[in-house]
């Protein structure tokens, strides 16, 4: 590992799409968790690779970035698929039968909350809330195309939705 | 003419960018003559996508639930021959949906394009920040404030003058005003939509309180999980950078203020001010001991006043009106408007604002419609996972701070989520137990393994394993966790469980001792079966994954209770209803 992460400053290294966003904040106090939602945006999760570089670059202990990356629930050390089903469990989609929306989700792709399909190209999340209350059971796919809001999903709606998206895949 | 097309993030999830598209296409296409344009959300999300057609002179007929199959006709009709198709526009009826209600904060949601500064300042946009700068001294804003008599809005409704009084008497090298807009509660959605809809009136809102205290530079704490919102402010922050309204001597005043965002990483607890704080700083958002308050020791060790984003939109408002006329609505003790997000077994869901002590049952039934497919109002629950539920006995209750209280719920930020018949009360207390369970920061002992053991006996008590004492030993512990927590995450998340044990106790006592639900929606304590209606389609039997269900064609069929694995998969095919729960 300690071959593979050279030491920052080094334009030729293997994380050089994120210098920018180092050069900009690595020496600003308080810019740990903007740098790690910028990391996660390029690579998609956060490798025990990247958390290394981050800190040397910065002068965080690699500890200390593990405790923030897992503290907040936006952050993943496990690599996605090409769509991540962020799956609304918000109160208004709970009352609404978000747990049946779940099973069908979980019973078409053959995984259950956090694990991603062998193929690729679905991940499963289940999130505290998307704000789309009044279309509740609601989920959101995010994809390289950009984020899609679905809503007053129904069992039925939900596998067809998947279909169409593994089909353009 | 122009074409007014709402796009929240609730209009966009239900095809507004199509129906935009389209009318594109076919204004192009019939060669008639309209701007397209957007806005942001109007509040009647139940019938999205919205779109308004402004005739030249002003005026504008609103068109409900228009997919792009309804645009050809709408563009032919209208926009070409000018007469209004009657058949798509909104109804008298759903009008009322906003004409009962009484916009402050929602002023301009829904009526200017949140993109285009020029739009706001059409309707008076940064009057009341140039009146704050140029004319008025710091007590005198603060003293506007007081008159209001403006509580915060994000849940705690502490006074906003008090907030900001404090953070201006106490010194500091610097001072940070910091907009709190991780609207973490499931369930709630207000201040969404003002920063899609309005950001220019939070940033007023937020160049007033950071004058009022002495601040030169204020952040955005934004939840990462509303990207249309922070693309928005970002535009409407360059925007008024541009004009001068942010940045160095605003308005030739000498006052010196500018903005950031930071986008939050999703933390529940990080709605505590102490934690935010931490957050802000890059670290893990737990909170701390108070005091210091925020007020002396916050960001950066500095004074820091925190607010929520509905409270910012009010200020411009008090600003522009005068405090008393904000103090002439509502109550003696919550005074002005407030916003809720009305969602759940609700015909109508959106945003409501009306004038804070309108009882509950005018705002579920007057505005709100009642209850999806006439079903029975079972109990409202406000406050998020910090609140309660309100059973139909206190629907007359009026919303205001004090009188919500006393149910056990709290106002807090706005979400109102209604329940029907259908809705077990003892799955909703776990449902948010597992919530706080899992937002636990896990600093202190009592909320960390207190929550943990609250929602193990409640899954127990759904899974119907409930044991005699179980009730008492919520409560007990209830009464543990509250008192044993340092911030309000811990001291309020029991509320939910002694709530539903208050007004709910049978349904405790019917899950634990006759093993049944009353609500007939936890899976392990009913039973599926196959009534007298059923005309022996054989649908349910092909459907079934474990081949429970037996029958001859045109003729009832049977579930074999021993096989029958509670899938629903049955009541889910069934096209005659003919599948019951008992």
């Given at each position: 590992m300690s071959e593979?992460?050279?030491c920052c400053g080094n334009s030729g290294n293997q994380f050089k799409e994120l210098e920018p966003t180092l050069e900009k904040y690595a020496r600003v106090p308080g810019s740990l968790?903007?740098?790690l939602q910028k990391a996660q945006e390029i690579y998609g999760y956060l490798s025990i690779d990247v958390i290394h570089h981050i800190s040397k670059a910065t002068g965080i202990k690699p500890a200390k970035i593990y405790g923030v990356a897992t503290f907040y629930a936006q952050f993943r050390l496990q690599p996605i698929g090409k769509n991540l089903i962020m799956l609304c469990q918000g109160t208004a989609c709970h009352v609404n039968g978000s747990q049946m929306i779940e099973e069908a989700v979980c019973e078409y792709l053959g995984i259950s909350d956090g694990e991603t399909t062998e193929d690729g190209i679905f991940t499963l999340n289940n999130v505290a809330c998307l704000g789309c209350c009044s279309l509740a059971p609601v989920m959101m796919v995010?994809?390289?195309?950009?984020?899609?809001?679905?809503?007053?999903l129904t069992k039925d709606k939900v596998r067809e939705i998947l279909a169409e998206i593994r089909e353009r895949a | 003419m122009k074409v007014i097309i709402g796009q929240g993030s609730c209009g966009i999830a239900t095809g507004a960018k199509k129906t935009q598209a389209e009318f594109e296409k076919q204004i192009t296409a019939q060669k008639a003559k309209a701007e397209v344009g957007f806005t942001g959300c109007v509040g009647t999300c139940y019938l999205e996508p919205i779109v308004d057609v402004y005739d030249d002179n002003g005026a504008f007929t609103r068109y409900v639930k228009v997919q792009p199959e309804k645009v050809e006709r709408i563009v032919a009709e209208h926009i070409k021959g000018g007469r209004i198709v009657e058949e798509y526009a909104i109804s008298k009826e759903d009008e009322q949906f906003i004409e009962k209600q009484k916009r402050v904060v929602l002023r301009h949601c829904g009526?200017?394009?949140p993109e285009d500064i020029e739009e706001y300042l059409a309707v008076g946009g940064y009057e009341a920040t140039k009146k704050v700068v140029t004319s008025m001294t710091q007590n005198e804003v603060i003293e506007e404030i007081k008159v209001s008599g403006l509580r915060g809005r994000g849940g705690a409704g502490f006074p906003t003058w008090f907030k900001w009084n404090a953070a201006k008497g106490n010194p500091g090298k610097e001072k940070y005003i910091v907009c709190n807009a991780d609207e973490g509660d499931p369930g709630a959605f207000m201040d969404r939509s003002v920063l899609e809809g309005d950001p220019h009136a939070l940033i007023e809102g937020m160049i007033i309180g950071g004058f009022a205290m002495g601040a030169t530079?204020?952040?955005?704490?934004?939840?990462?999980?509303?990207?249309?919102a922070i693309k928005r402010l970002e535009k409407a922050m360059e925007q008024a950078r541009e004009k001068g309204y942010l940045g160095k001597n605003i308005f030739g005043s000498g006052y010196d203020f500018d903005l950031r965002i930071k986008a939050g990483a999703g933390a529940f607890v990080c709605g505590e001010e102490t934690a935010l704080i931490a957050s802000l700083e890059g670290e893990r958002g737990m909170p701390r001991l108070k005091p210091p308050f925020p007020a002396q020791k916050g960001y950066w060790q500095q004074p820091t006043n925190i607010n929520n984003v509905e409270t910012f939109a009010n200020v411009p408002w008090i600003i522009a009106n005068g405090g008393a006329a904000f103090g002439a609505m509502g109550t003696e003790k919550s005074k002005g408007t407030k916003v809720f997000a009305l969602a759940g077994k609700i015909k109508k869901g959106g945003l409501v604002e009306v004038?804070?002590?309108?009882?509950?049952?005018?705002?579920?039934f007057g505005i709100g419609g009642g209850i999806k497919q006439d079903k029975e109002f079972k109990a409202v629950q406000m406050g998020g996972p910090s609140g309660g539920c309100i059973p139909k006995e206190l629907i007359d209750t009026p919303v205001t701070y004090e009188d919500i209280n006393k149910t056990g719920a709290i106002v807090g930020s706005g979400g109102m989520i209604v329940m029907d018949e259908n809705t077990c009360m003892v799955d909703m207390a776990r449902y948010f137990l597992d919530f706080t369970r899992k937002e636990s920061c896990g600093k202190c002992n009592y909320c960390r393994i207190g929550t943990k053991r609250m929602l193990e006996i409640l899954e127990r008590i759904t899974k119907g394993e409930g044991r005699d004492g179980d009730i008492e030993l919520l409560e007990e512990l209830a009464v543990k966790i509250k008192d044993g927590s340092m911030c309000g995450l811990g001291q309020t998340a029991p509320n939910p469980v002694l709530t539903t044990i208050r007004y709910f106790r049978n349904e405790y006592e019917d899950h634990i001792y006759k093993k049944k639900c009353t609500a007939k929606s936890c899976k392990d304590l009913i039973s599926f079966h196959i009534k007298d209606s059923c005309v022996g389609c054989t649908a349910c039997a092909r459907k079934c994954p474990v081949n429970a269900i037996s029958g001859e064609v045109k003729k009832k069929h049977e579930i074999d209770q021993n096989l029958c694995i509670k899938c629903g998969k049955c009541e889910e095919t069934c096209k005659f209803a003919s599948i019951e729960r008992l």
């Open positions: 593979k992460c050279c968790i903007t740098i995010q994809s390289a195309d950009g984020d899609e809001t679905y809503g007053n | 009526m200017i394009n530079e204020g952040v955005i704490y934004c939840r990462a999980e509303y990207p249309l004038p804070m002590g309108l009882p509950l049952k005018d705002v579920i």
